[in-house]
């Protein structure tokens, strides 16, 4: 089987058939296994930097709906009308800080890189494996910490009760607010007192 890696950085080429096959880009790679393809045909894989993608995505008239940033660089395989018999695997170095929220997104020039479909993955460290039948346009997306933001959604809906809520009480006893306020005044007077 003869190969050739094309001359550019992030970017190789070569004739894969029936038999197990792997692109390496250190350390990104993607693998085919034994009958993922029936017949030889030549597949490209090339890796583009976040910013790269972001351009390339721009110029097509495609755009980027899901996720809130980058958490890997592009990487596309090509043809992106490949499907194959069996998944194959594509190997990937994300952003460490991210590990966790991440999201594999995948899309290609047939749908304009305008849709873009949410693919399984599996994270270890600062490295995710997705498996997919599919070429295209892959890449890792952060996305919102779910938790997080029902924390903050629960507290401000807290606060506001809380407040809704002594409004509504010192309204209808106005003497409670007095002698609250009151007693707010001669603590802050017995305070410059001792100091």
């Known amino acids: 089987m003869d190969t050739f890696q094309i001359r550019w950085p992030g970017a190789y080429c070569e004739c ?3 038999k197990k096959s792997k ?6 790679h993607v693998t085919f296994e034994a009958e993922a393809l029936s017949q030889l045909q030549p597949i490209s894989v090339e890796l583009m930097s976040a910013e790269d993608g972001d351009k390339m995505i721009e110029e097509r008239g495609g755009r980027m709906g899901v996720g809130s940033g980058y958490a890997s660089a592009f990487l596309a395989v090509n043809p992106h009308s ?12 994300i952003d460490s800080s991210a590990a966790s929220k991440v999201q594999f ?3 290609s020039d047939d749908m304009d890189l305008k849709t873009w479909y949410k693919v399984d993955s599996t994270i ?3 490295f995710a494996t997705v498996e997919t039948d599919k070429g295209g346009i892959y ?3 952060t996305v919102p910490d779910k938790a997080a933001i029902a924390g903050i959604v629960i507290m401000c809906l807290v606060i506001v009760i809380a407040i809704g809520g002594s409004v509504f009480y010192f309204r209808r006893h106005p003497d409670k607010w007095q002698n609250l306020k009151t007693s707010v005044v001669n603590g802050c007077r017995s305070c410059k007192g001792k100091v």
């Open 82 to 93: 490949l499907e194959t018999n069996k998944k194959f695997k594509i190997g990937m170095k």
């Open 23 to 28: 692109l390496m880009m250190t350390p990104d």
């Open 139 to 141: 890449v890792a997306r």
């Open 124 to 126: 270890s460290d600062d």
């Open 16 to 18: 894969v058939g029936p």
């Open 105 to 107: 997104y995948r899309s």
